[in-house]
């Protein structure tokens, strides 16, 4: 007897339909990427953009980045940057040691905000709003579900970060960064037992990096 053939894939449901767009206002949106790294920096983007007003088709591609695979996330960065208002921040490895992740992150987000120049709501992904955020600026837990903008800023700064830490891995190959971009992979992990770690990676997540 044989088997039936296998029901097709059915395309990911994303959160935002062209039909919708009404009811998103426009907003700056804002997201970082790399908190839970064990090395590299913490990137943040920014972006502000009416909903209603984008290219055909583009609303509805757009969702948390951690949804999207690597060849969609590629392809959208340039079609977000050409049509919404971007700006990025990062921090450092070492500022994050110093002033711990959260704080950092935070910072980070408050500079990427403050270089868009605009008076707009801002929406943040997460609990936390940054202290140097005035105006109408507000917490969204699980935004880039909920907030268009946020999802386009979470893509932007995961395709930023990515290359960055490609880049990065071409000085320290042995971590396999363009793989795993700084996350505790299996292989990353074996890499700072066996050489130690870089001056890329966070000291104060010692706990977190075995071989330390």
Same mark, same amino acid.
């Given at each position: 007897?044989?088997?039936?053939?296998?029901?097709?894939?059915?395309?990911?449901? =994303?959160? %935002?339909?062209?039909?919708?767009?009404? $009811?998103?206002? &426009?907003?700056?949106?804002?997201?970082?990427?790399?908190?839970?790294?064990?090395?590299?920096?913490?990137? *943040?983007?920014?972006?502000?953009? !009416?909903? #209603? /007003?984008?290219?055909?088709?583009?609303?509805?591609?757009?969702?948390?980045?951690?949804?999207?695979?690597?060849?969609? =996330? +590629?392809?959208?960065?340039? $079609?977000?940057?050409?049509?919404?208002?971007?700006? %990025?921040?990062?921090?450092?490895?070492?500022?994050?040691?110093?002033?711990?992740?959260?704080?950092? #992150?935070?910072? /980070?987000?408050?500079?990427?905000?403050?270089?868009?120049? $605009? !008076?707009?709501?801002? =929406?943040? !992904?997460?609990?936390? *709003?940054?202290?140097?955020?005035?105006?109408?600026?507000?917490?969204? *837990?699980?935004? !880039?579900?909920?907030? &268009?903008?946020?999802? /386009?800023?979470?893509?932007?700064?995961?395709?930023?970060?990515?290359?960055?830490?490609?880049?990065?891995?071409?000085?320290?190959?042995?971590?396999?960064? +363009?793989?795993?971009?700084?996350?505790? #992979?299996?292989?990353?992990? +074996?890499?700072?037992?066996?050489?130690?770690?870089?001056?890329?990676?966070?000291?104060?997540?010692?706990?977190?990096?075995?071989?330390?």
């Amino acid at each position: 007897m044989t088997k039936p053939p296998p029901s097709p894939r059915k395309p990911a449901i =994303r959160p %935002f339909a062209r039909q919708r767009a009404s $009811l998103f206002p &426009p907003v700056i949106g804002c997201d970082e990427v790399g908190r839970g790294a064990l090395c590299g920096p913490v990137v *943040v983007c920014a972006v502000w953009f !009416d909903p #209603t /007003a984008l290219p055909k088709g583009l609303l509805a591609r757009l969702d948390d980045s951690k949804k999207i695979d690597r060849a969609e =996330r +590629e392809a959208l960065y340039p $079609l977000i940057a050409g049509a919404a208002r971007v700006s %990025f921040a990062a921090r450092s490895a070492r500022y994050i040691d110093v002033y711990n992740i959260r704080n950092a #992150t935070l910072q /980070a987000m408050t500079q990427a905000v403050a270089r868009l120049a $605009l !008076d707009a709501p801002v =929406r943040i !992904d997460g609990i936390d *709003v940054p202290r140097g955020l005035s105006g109408d600026a507000m917490a969204v *837990v699980k935004g !880039d579900a909920k907030v &268009p903008q946020i999802a /386009a800023a979470s893509i932007m700064a995961k395709v930023m970060r990515d290359r960055l830490m490609a880049r990065l891995a071409q000085r320290h190959i042995h971590y396999r960064w +363009e793989q795993n971009s700084g996350y505790g #992979t299996k292989a990353h992990r +074996e890499a700072i037992m066996t050489i130690g770690p870089s001056r890329h990676h966070r000291r104060s997540f010692g706990d977190l990096l075995s071989g330390l």
